[in-house]
Every structure is written in C-alpha cells, then in structure tokens.
C-alpha cells in the first residue's frame, strides 16, 4: 500500500549525523519497536515526511535533511539566563540536565541546562540536532488507513491500530 494523508505508516530507521567529520549513528527504529505515526498529520518533520510521500510498504529509503530542513540552524540567542530563584524548594539542576519548561502561553518545550551562575541557570533552548545534517536510512514495514478513532485522535494507535489510551 502507497503512503497517503490520513494513513498509519510503521517504518525501521537509522538516523545518522556527521560528528568530528565522522558519520555517527545516533538513533534508530527496529522491525521489533518501529516508529508507528499518522502520515500527513504534523507530528513529523514536513521534509521527513515529503521524502516518505512516494514510499509504499516494503520500499526502502536513504536520504538526507539539511538543518534548515530538519530542526533549524543553531540559534545563540536561543539560550536563557533562568534566575536561581526558580528553583527554590529543589536542587539547583545539574550541566546536562533537561529542563522541562513552558511559556507564558502554555507551550511546553525543553531546555538543556549549560552552565550554573552565581544567581542564575544558563539553558540552552535549541533542539538538540539543531545545526545538524539528518540522514535517515530505511525500510517501510506497513502502511494502512488509520481507524476512525485514530483521526479522530491525531495520532496512530499502533502499528495494528490498536492502542489503549
């Protein structure tokens, strides 16, 4: 079956990106745990899906997303000074941790935390793969039409669509 808007695909793959000059895998979806999702319903990057669009069940794939692409260039001004205050009644966090973090209008995201100042955490609120060249490798396992309950839902239930909430 052809991929297709309003369509569950279940697909294996291998994302790679270039580290030190090196391709490294960093990433991947199995025959055993595949990534299962609602074509054409926004929760893939758009080009990731594109590439997909002329794929049916069985086909393989290998391409690339640059990072405008993908998940954008890598913004210095996407990096926050969060006031020590914020974390009264807890522990400072740690360089490395995930913050999860929303805006004033609800949208939730995260932020890595870079640095600790003497009175603020310094995060850094880019996707982590900003900057970075996608390459994706691999093969579609199935693709079917999604159940009412799914596009009613937004979202796949499983590879068989069946997917308790």
Do not use: C, W
Not at 41 to 67: I, R, V
Not at 125 to 131: F, Q, S, T
């Amino acid at each position: 079956m052809k991929i297709e808007p309003q369509h569950v695909v279940s697909l294996t793959y291998d994302l790679y990106v270039d580290q030190n000059g090196t391709e490294t895998l960093v990433e991947s979806a199995t025959q055993e745990q595949p990534l299962t999702f609602l074509y054409g319903a926004g929760q893939m990057l758009p080009k990731f899906e594109e590439h997909l669009s002329t794929l049916s069940t069985g086909d393989n794939y290998d391409f690339q997303l640059s990072a405008q692409e993908a998940y954008g260039e890598y913004d210095d001004e996407a990096v926050a000074n969060l006031p020590k205050e914020m974390f009264n009644g807890t522990d400072v966090p740690e360089i490395g941790s995930i913050l999860p973090l929303q805006d004033n209008n609800g949208n939730r995201f995260q932020g890595q935390v870079v640095s600790v100042a003497e009175d603020a955490v310094i995060v850094d609120l880019n996707h982590p793969m900003a900057g970075q060249e996608l390459h994706f490798k691999g093969n579609i396992l199935n693709v079917r039409p999604a159940t009412p309950e799914e596009l009613s839902h937004g979202h796949a239930h499983g590879a068989d669509g069946h997917h308790a909430h």
